[in-house]
């Protein structure tokens, strides 16, 4: 249902672009979030918008950097990363909310999709 891409290799300093596809309309009016999951770290929350797209939130290390948005017409959630660091490397996921409104608490979620990865290189 929910499919992921955009992931890849990218340097310091440099930018990517993920997608989360929405191929049956499973989020149209619900919030959307993208978390990720460093090799032997738990799985964090990075960014969530609501049903909308008029409201978003960020954590810590991502804010000013990383930029969330949806398309409603294309079903699609987009993450726009910039200024990546190393500590950024990760598989990125994105997930429904169960409400028309994003949480950074991952039980808030269901329908994830299968997670891309990004690797920054110093």
């Known amino acids: 249902q929910l499919q992921a891409s955009g992931g890849g290799l990218a340097q310091a300093g440099g930018s990517l672009r993920l997608s989360c596809a929405d191929s049956k309309r499973t989020f149209s009016n619900n919030g959307v979030g993208w978390f990720r999951q460093a090799p032997g770290k738990e799985r964090e929350f990075v960014a969530g918008i609501d049903w909308r797209g008029a409201n978003t939130r960020y954590s810590d290390s991502v804010k000013g950097r990383f930029t969330i948005s949806r398309d409603r017409a294309k079903n699609t959630v987009y993450l726009q990363m910039g200024s990546l660091k190393p500590e950024d490397t990760a598989v990125y996921y994105c997930?429904?909310?169960?409400?028309?409104?994003?949480?950074?608490?991952?039980?808030?979620?269901?329908?994830w999709g299968q997670g891309t990865l990004v690797t920054v290189s110093s």
């Open positions: 997930s429904v909310s169960r409400a028309p409104y994003s949480s950074t608490n991952y039980s808030q979620y269901r329908y």
